[in-house]
């Protein structure tokens, strides 16, 4: 029995492998873990790190999920029962200057994983979706039954895109388990420091930005907007620990194993935090000063966006457990391991 999960190499996959494996092991559990990974966003040393902090070497399949033969091949080779989702492209502002691409990968990868989920019988599926889905809505926190208004950007529109995909393929398929799991800001790193995020060229997002500025990579930090109705007129999001984030998945794969049918679920901490929150809590946590200014506000942001965690908390049986002040230490611990 195997469970695969696509993009496994990334920032959130290698973290869930890891959760997994672990949680695996602490249960005596013999299950085997695949991860396919085309390396576009991520590199092949990430399975030996993963196999460090295990001490379990996962099963990588270097392949394009889109690819047919390769996928074909994958499940002929492995027995894998369920799958985690996590391939694409996920960089907001490129998928502005290039949607053709992101929706041909975005819908093409998910599309041919469930060809192939159906020739080979694999019922439950976990998949990746993301907070976006609620950018157009103004009322926080965003609850599971908020309605999805539409999304800023092609990149959102994959992830409700796909989403509706996976509600159709779910009804149809009354036997299948699918759970979508809508991701807030995930931030940290592994504690070990042996894993985290690698952005490519200006991070677009904030955390890693700051650690570039921590290390001297970046003179200083741009405050995207001070006049949103937000406590300090910043913009407010849910920070959570990636490791948390990959608990999320242990506990959605337990879920889709004991139900069928499509369920959504918000991955957050329930807390939102200001840019200048998050400033000020790494330069605490770390010692070290972020210096930054106030620029225009960054078109498709809203002002405020956290989850509501009651019905992962209740359905799941889980929740987040690390504080801002841990989230800021290892992202640093993180970004000190690759810059040195
Ligand atoms: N910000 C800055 N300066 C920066 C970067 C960000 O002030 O250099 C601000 C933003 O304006 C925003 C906050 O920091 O108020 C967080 O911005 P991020 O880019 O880190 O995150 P977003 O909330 O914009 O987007 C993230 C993911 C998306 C996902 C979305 C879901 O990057 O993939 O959360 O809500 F879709």
Same mark, same amino acid.
């Given at each position: 029995?195997?469970?695969?999960?696509?993009?496994?190499?990334?920032?959130?996959g290698?973290?869930?492998?890891?959760?997994?494996?672990?949680?695996?092991?602490?249960?005596?559990?013999?299950?085997?873990?695949?991860?396919?990974?085309?390396?576009?966003?991520?590199?092949? +040393?990430?399975?030996?790190?993963?196999?460090?902090? $295990?001490? =379990?070497?996962?099963?990588?399949?270097?392949a394009?999920?889109?690819d047919?033969?390769?996928?074909?091949?994958?499940?002929?080779?492995?027995?894998? =029962?369920?799958?985690?989702?996590?391939?694409?492209?996920?960089?907001?502002?490129?998928?502005?200057?290039?949607?053709?691409?992101?929706?041909? #990968?975005?819908?093409? =990868?998910?599309? $041919?994983?469930? +060809?192939?989920?159906?020739?080979?019988?694999?019922?439950? @599926?976990?998949?990746?979706?993301?907070?976006?889905?609620?950018?157009?809505? *103004?009322?926080?926190?965003?609850?599971?039954?908020?309605?999805?208004?539409?999304?800023?950007?092609?990149?959102?529109?994959?992830?409700?895109?796909? +989403?509706?995909i996976?509600?159709?393929?779910?009804?149809?398929?009354?036997?299948?388990?699918?759970?979508?799991?809508?991701?807030?800001n995930?931030?940290?790193?592994?504690?070990?420091? @042996?894993?985290?995020?690698?952005?490519?060229?200006?991070? #677009? #997002?904030?955390? !890693?930005?700051?650690?570039?500025?921590?290390? &001297?990579?970046? !003179?200083?930090?741009?405050?995207?907007?001070?006049?949103?109705?937000? !406590?300090? &007129?910043?913009?407010?999001? *849910?920070?959570?620990?990636?490791?948390? @984030?990959?608990?999320?998945?242990?506990?959605?794969? *337990?879920?889709?194993?004991?139900?069928?049918?499509?369920?959504?679920? #918000?991955?957050?901490?329930?807390?939102?935090?200001?840019?200048?929150?998050?400033?000020?809590a790494?330069?605490?946590?770390?010692?070290?000063?972020?210096?930054?200014?106030?620029? !225009?506000?960054?078109p498709? *942001?809203?002002?405020?966006?956290y989850?509501?965690?009651?019905?992962?908390?209740?359905? @799941?049986?889980?929740?987040?457990?690390?504080?801002?002040?841990d989230?800021?230490?290892?992202?640093?611990?993180?970004?000190?391991?690759?810059? +040195?």
């Open positions: 029995m195997a469970v695969l999960l696509t993009g496994g190499a990334g920032f959130i290698s973290h869930t492998a890891v959760a997994l494996m672990e949680t695996w092991k602490q249960r005596g559990k013999k299950e085997q873990l695949v991860i396919v990974d085309n390396l576009y966003n991520a590199q092949a +040393e990430v399975i030996d790190r993963i196999t460090a902090i $295990t001490g =379990t070497r996962p099963a990588f399949v270097q394009d999920v889109a047919r033969d390769a996928m074909e091949t994958l499940f002929n080779t492995y027995e894998i =029962t369920a799958v985690i989702h996590f391939a694409g492209y996920k960089a907001v502002g490129e998928s502005v200057s290039k949607p053709v691409a992101y929706y041909r #990968n975005n819908l093409d =990868t998910t599309l $041919t994983l469930l +060809e192939t989920m159906a020739r080979h019988g694999c019922k439950q @599926l976990i998949f990746s979706s993301s907070a976006t889905v609620y950018s157009v809505g *103004d009322k926080v926190p965003f609850t599971e039954e908020t309605k999805e208004l539409g999304c800023t950007n092609p990149y959102g529109w994959t992830k409700y895109m796909i +989403e509706q996976l509600r159709d393929t779910a009804a149809a398929h009354p036997d299948m388990s699918v759970v979508l799991l809508r991701y807030f995930p931030i940290g790193a592994h504690p070990s420091g @042996l894993i985290g995020e690698r952005p490519n060229g200006i991070p #677009n #997002n904030l955390m !890693p930005y700051i650690t570039q500025v921590a290390a &001297g990579i970046r !003179p200083k930090l741009s405050v995207f907007g001070n006049d949103y109705p937000t !406590p300090d &007129g910043t913009g407010v999001r *849910d920070y959570i620990h990636v490791v948390d @984030l990959a608990k999320g998945h242990v506990a959605a794969l *337990d879920y889709a194993e004991g139900h069928t049918g499509c369920e959504v679920f #918000n991955l957050g901490t329930g807390v939102g935090y200001s840019v200048l929150d998050i400033v000020h790494f330069e605490q946590a770390n010692g070290i000063h972020i210096p930054y200014e106030i620029a !225009p506000r960054r498709g *942001d809203i002002a405020s966006c989850a509501a965690t009651d019905k992962a908390k209740k359905l @799941l049986g889980w929740q987040a457990e690390y504080n801002l002040a989230m800021c230490r290892d992202s640093w611990n993180w970004q000190k391991s690759i810059s +040195e």
